[in-house]
């Protein structure tokens, strides 16, 4: 500050000493400037994917993205909420298809463990098929999201506008004042108007930013994997909320990451969810999609949770090959669906994606500091890249 307060008073006065000073002064402060250390919080926002830390999971090639937005039509927008020094919160909506309020496609669902809620989950296992955006927020916020997406119908269609919204919650009351009600319908509403094909915003954004998994910070992660043509040429994206998992039980592609790493001194907590949307373009039906959405159990056992009494998992999967209208006149569709021998490779993309969704929520997050002054520290990445190194030999 004192050089650069020097630089504008010489910046007044003429003469060639007075200009040479000057300029030797400001590319001293130039030089000062680029080779100055970021600091700790500087240094620490400088996160990277699974991928970039060279963790492969699988064999399956991912998407162009590596997110579920890699399946054609699927949208993801987020609201993300940091205010004052306890509201860490906010909306995560995906949108299945652009017409997803007058189409209606095949979905399925799966409780893991169900110590939390989802809406709308029993009409999707009844009638086989999803007519809503899956929205993602916390625990004592799934009335206003609710809220938020019906007001939203009935803006959008006003006279056709019978939809049972499906919201999913995690806890976030460690870092955000949950009690608050911070997140309005509105939110809801600005996060689906903003929904987009784009790579994922991953870590402490939307529905996610006041996470926590395995003792780190986590939130929102994303992946995908596209099959080889010989066994279909699908592709398989996966969205989850990660809030859950003790620190000893965190395990990254089979290396037991969480012992290894320095034990985690912070006060025990609650078990926290994971919600898991599954999205793929293979012509599935409702029957086959509860089988996928199984399998992404397969995928976030993987990581080390064994789904406590205290949790809530919940899977939403749906296929984007089929839409479906209402009604017609004929009362009968027609639609595709994959033979049975096809599955396997489509569930361990599935598992595959999964798995590397929840490591990238953790490895995308950043140190956070919430209510009450407590801090939710980043999995140190450093580190990180030497266990898995060490047990890569």
Known sequence: MTTFLTIVKLSKLRGTVC???????SLYGLLILLTYPLSAQEAETQRVRARELGIKIGIYPSGK????????????????LIEGDSVRTGVTAILPHDDIWKSRLFGAAHTIHGNGESTGIARINQAGWIESPILLTNTLSVGAVH????????KRYPD???????????????LNDISGLHVKPEHAIEAIEKA??????????????GM?????K????????????????WKVGVLVNANGGRRHQLRIDGVPVGRVLEVDHSKPGRDGS????????????????????????????????PSTDSSGEFVIAFSTANVFPRNTESGTFQINMVVNSRLSAIFEAAIEATEEAVVNSMTMATTMTGRNGRTMHAIPLDQLKKVMAQYSR
Not at 196 to 209: D, F, H, Q, Y
Request: hydrophobic share 40%; net charge positive.
């Open 19 to 25: 200009s040479k000073l000057l300029a030797f002064l």
């Open 65 to 80: 993205h590596n997110a579920i937005t890699d399946v054609p039509g699927v949208k993801v927008g987020h609201i993300t």
């Open 147 to 154: 809220d938020g997406v019906v007001r939203y119908i009935i």
């Open 160 to 174: 056709d506008n019978i939809v049972l919204p499906i919201v999913a919650e995690c806890y976030d009351g460690g």
């Open 196 to 209: 987009s094909s784009a790579p994922v915003a991953e870590g402490c954004v939307g529905g996610g930013t």
């Open 212 to 216: 926590r998994s395995y003792g780190f």
């Open 218 to 233: 986590a939130g929102i992660g994303s992946a995908s994997r596209v099959l080889p043509q010989n066994k279909g040429g």
């Open 274 to 305: 994971f919600i898991i949307v599954l999205a793929t373009d293979a012509p599935l039906t409702h029957r086959q999609l509860k089988q996928l959405a199984i399998r992404a159990t397969h995928g976030l056992a993987r990581t080390g949770t």
